[in-house]
């Protein structure tokens, strides 16, 4: 599904070049749940953007789906995002001025999917999120937990086969975060391949698959099921960072 | 996807509705002054008529001896002499022609029921009215016959017969021109011009005559004109016979000459005319010299549109410039601070295209109101002018090309103030914002 080799990528400033990701290597395969964890700055964000399509990497291949990414032009990312991709954002990132209908309309409109069939798919994604009779409602007229439900729901309804998730639960309470968790990796069993940052490591605990960044390089590969995260306790350390001439 | 992008526009001036008015008022402003000025000019030089102002020619006679000097740009005369406009109409030659001039009279029916009121009226041949396509309400011109031995007749305007005759059928009836009465013969319609093109000797933006009588009635009532008379000697009148015979120019004449073989043999009249004037006497020059100018070249020749007004519009539409860098300012602020937003939609499948279509969209929207805003403040500007100076009455008014026009410079101003900021907002990288939102 997804592979990445020798990935890297710089910050370049006047005066400073920031390595965000360095010889980033890493598979993914059809279907997997990843957590990746890491302390802050590590690089994980930069990782899930790249991943994302959302920005460009300095060197190495980055292969997704049989597609070599290098190569793309600006609209050809923004096709596969659309087609290929969902994600889930920390802020939610809903459109204040649209409903949660038209929130939820936004990629499909961009796909150019008929109007009769987004509407099928947008109620059915609100459905499986359990927000149908909000569909008319603002986000700001909604809770935190209510509006990143509405967040999966727009990230479903293009039935993306990759999802991205830059801490899900982040801005949520203990139970809101557990009922978004479970309704990822009921996505996840119904085939969509999933990469969640996370910081908390009781949700890391429960994907099959948990990588840890640090220092933008692949620090830890654990294959577990139900083990103890070690990431939990990993140092916080910045992103490398070198001075250009200095 | 279009409507989609309108139903946005509007959303985002409703959210932001100071700013969005504030664009739109910039753009209605500059508009309305654009196009105040614009629909004066275009009134100004358009063309009087259209289908025929090719054949329709303007003879000049350079009169004058040999030294002397006239303020024209080719230093001829721009009116005729009474006698070159008689002698050329009565020339043995098949081409439609009149001469004309401008005078006046105290109409009136002899009754104490109607007021007298001095009204303009010129003076033509029946020739006149099928050059010139006047449309008759009632009756037709006078006859051939008629203006040369029964001159005592009169075409009335659609408006003195409604004042007069209550818009009934006055043909036949009489109405009393000073002291004198005429035989109506016919009714026109009033004539509804932008530019008094067959007589800008006397203001090229003057309302027109309302009444016509033949020309023949000048000598026998000996009547003067209102317009100009000019000479280039010095020349001693007794009486009106010498002014008919003098070198005064103050008659305007009209030929129609359809084609250029017509046009070429109305040229060798001229020429021929003045040869044997010449030997009689007159036009003691080297190089005789003369013009022959279709209506669009006497309006140019005439200065119809002065430079001032060029000068007016040319500024106008610098002040629509300003008001276009304003627009630009307030659409960056707007436009930059949706960033966020923008960052989000480009996360989900939004190609930079997508995003430049929805901005540009906006601003169109944005245009498109501030031009329709436009149109009201220049049609306030119009009434200013008309109100102000009754001689641009006629020009002060917005055809329907100008309506048009009025949005579709809106919407291109609009389009050049938005470019830059839908170029700047559709190159947004999406992965700076998501974070932060």
């Known amino acids: 599904m997804l592979t990445m080799h020798n990935v890297g990528k710089i910050y370049q400033t006047d005066s400073v070049q920031t390595h965000a990701l360095r010889d980033f290597s890493l598979t993914v395969n059809e279907g997997e749940f990843i957590a990746v964890t890491g302390p802050s700055g590590s690089g994980k964000t930069t990782f899930l953007n790249i991943a994302g399509l959302l920005e460009p990497f300095t060197s190495g291949q980055y292969t997704l789906d049989g597609i070599d990414i290098g190569g793309l032009s600006d609209n050809q990312r923004a096709d596969i995002r659309n087609q290929k991709i969902g994600y889930i954002f920390q802020g939610f990132n809903l459109i204040p001025d649209l409903n949660i209908y038209e929130n939820v309309e936004v990629p499909l409109r961009y796909r150019g999917v008929p109007a009769k069939e987004r509407k099928v798919r947008i109620l059915e994604c609100l459905e499986q999120v359990g927000l149908a009779s909000r569909a008319r409602h603002l986000p700001q007229q909604l809770s935190g937990g209510q509006q990143q439900r509405v967040a999966i729901a727009r990230a479903l309804a293009g039935k993306p086969r990759f999802l991205l998730a830059d801490e899900p639960t982040g801005n949520l309470d203990t139970l809101m975060a557990r009922q978004v968790m479970e309704l990822l990796e009921e996505i996840n069993q119904n085939g969509a391949t999933i990469v969640m940052v996370t910081h908390d490591p009781e949700l890391a605990r429960r994907a099959p698959r948990n990588i840890q960044v640090v220092d933008g390089e692949l620090a830890d590969l654990t294959f577990y099921q139900g083990k103890p995260a070690t990431s939990a306790s990993a140092p916080e350390k910045s992103a490398h960072e070198s001075v250009v001439g200095g | 996807m279009f409507l989609h992008y309108i139903d946005l526009s509007i959303r985002s001036i409703k959210s932001t509705p100071v700013i969005s008015v504030l664009m739109v008022f910039a753009i209605a402003i500059g508009i309305g002054l654009t196009m105040t000025s614009l629909s004066v000019f275009h009134m100004m030089s358009m063309d009087p008529i259209p289908h025929k102002s090719q054949a329709i020619h303007f003879p000049q006679l350079n009169i004058m001896d040999e030294g002397g000097e006239w303020h024209t740009d080719d230093n001829i005369p721009y009116q005729l002499t009474y006698q070159d406009a008689i002698n050329l109409y009565n020339a043995d030659a098949d081409f ?21 009121t001095m009204e303009p009226a010129r003076l033509v041949y029946q020739e006149f009215f099928s050059i010139f396509e006047r449309p008759f309400i009632f009756g037709a011109p006078w006859s051939k016959e008629e203006q040369q031995s029964k001159p005592y007749v009169v075409v009335i305007s659609e408006s003195i017969n409604n004042r007069l005759f209550n818009g009934q059928n006055s043909v036949g009836k009489s109405i009393y021109l000073d002291n004198k009465s005429y035989r109506i013969v016919g009714v026109v319609e009033d004539w509804d011009h932008h530019i008094k093109y067959y007589d800008l000797n006397n203001g090229a933006f003057n309302s027109p005559e309302k009444l016509y009588v033949p020309f023949s009635i000048a000598p026998l009532e000996e009547i003067g004109t209102w317009g100009n008379t000019n000479g280039w000697k010095h020349e001693t009148l007794n009486g009106y016979q010498s002014l008919l015979q003098s070198e005064l120019v103050w008659v305007q004449f009209w030929v129609q000459l359809n084609t250029a073989a017509e046009k070429e043999a109305f040229s060798a009249l001229i020429m021929a005319y003045m040869e044997d004037q010449q030997s009689k006497g007159r036009f003691n020059r080297d190089n005789l010299q003369y013009a022959l100018r279709n209506v669009t070249q006497w309006l140019k020749y005439n200065q119809v549109v002065s430079e001032d007004n060029r000068i007016l519009v040319g500024l106008s539409f610098m002040f629509l410039l300003v008001c276009v860098a304003n627009i630009l300012g ?36 944005i245009g498109l109101a501030g031009g329709i805003l436009g149109i009201v403040i220049a049609q306030l500007g119009l009434w200013g002018v008309r109100t102000t100076n009754r001689y641009y009455e006629a020009l002060a008014t917005m055809d329907v090309s100008m309506l048009l026009a009025a949005p579709t410079i809106a919407l291109m101003a609009s389009f050049i103030a938005g470019l830059y900021p839908a170029w700047l907002v559709c190159r947004t990288q999406p992965a700076i914002y998501l974070k932060s939102q």
């Open chain 2, 96 to 116: 439609p022609r009149s001469p004309s001039f401008r005078s006046g009279f105290s109409v009136h029916l002899n009754t104490p029921d109607v007021k007298p």
């Open chain 2, 330 to 365: 307030l659409l960056l602020a707007k436009f930059l601070k949706r960033a966020p937003e923008v960052g989000v939609r480009r996360a989900l499948g939004a190609s930079k295209k997508h995003i430049f279509a929805q901005h540009i969209v906006e601003v169109s929207v």
